[in-house]
């Protein structure tokens, strides 16, 4: 498999990331538990700003390829968006019971994000919002661009697939670093759904499914 970006830009990006997780572990770590909650609508925002500048990004340095590429297998007809559907609804069940083994494993996780969560239609609808861009963006940029990247250098699909899933995880080190193992491991599973399928659209639907759920509070746990 050949290089879709230069490495230059696949290490400026590792850099931009590494700098916004450590930035958000400073941020929760020394945030007061008695200081005002933060605005939701504003953090939203930027959050969704920083994803579609994000996929920006991954789209400029892109080499060969073009983001629609890297999502793999498209939809042709009905019935491929019906396996999708379902394969994603499937996916979506095992990972969320993997997970829920892998926290009580662990003792549980550090709660860093919990007073982001949305309250309220409009911060709801937003969540949702960012939820499904965030499926398709984050999809696109670990197991679209740095999955096929990092299996060009190593020559090994299986490498590609876990250290994309390292890089997934440490992006998200601004949650702590019980949560990061989790994200790295949900990581790791998305990263098999797409070699497997060869396509990332039931990982953006399961993806985002879980953004939604999670944030809504449906599944406690």
Known sequence: ????????????????????????????????????????????????????????YV???LRG?????????????????????VLAAAF????????????????GIDDHTSSYLPHGLAESALWIAISIVAGICEE?????????QFTAWTGNAAAGIVLQAVVFGASHGYQGIRSTI??????????????ARKSLLPGMLAHAATDIISGLQLIKG
């Open 92 to 107: 979506w069940w095992v990972s969320i019971f993997a997970i829920q083994w892998l926290k009580q494993r662990m003792g």
């Open 59 to 61: 789209k400029v340095g």
């Open 1 to 56: 498999m050949e290089r879709i970006a230069s490495t230059r830009h696949t290490l400026i990006l590792l850099g931009i990331l590494t700098l916004l997780a450590i930035g958000g572990y400073r941020a929760n770590a020394h945030r007061d538990p008695g200081a005002a909650a933060p605005n939701h609508m504003v953090i939203y925002g930027s959050l969704l700003v920083g994803q579609l500048l994000l996929i920006r």
């Open 140 to 148: 696109i940029t670990f197991r679209g661009y740095f999955q096929r």
């Open 182 to 195: 989790v994200i790295s491991f949900f990581g790791l599973l998305f990263g098999v759904l797409a070699w």
């Open 65 to 85: 390829v073009t983001l629609r590429d890297l999502a793999g297998r498209r939809w042709s007809s009905a019935r491929d968006v019906l396996v999708d559907v």
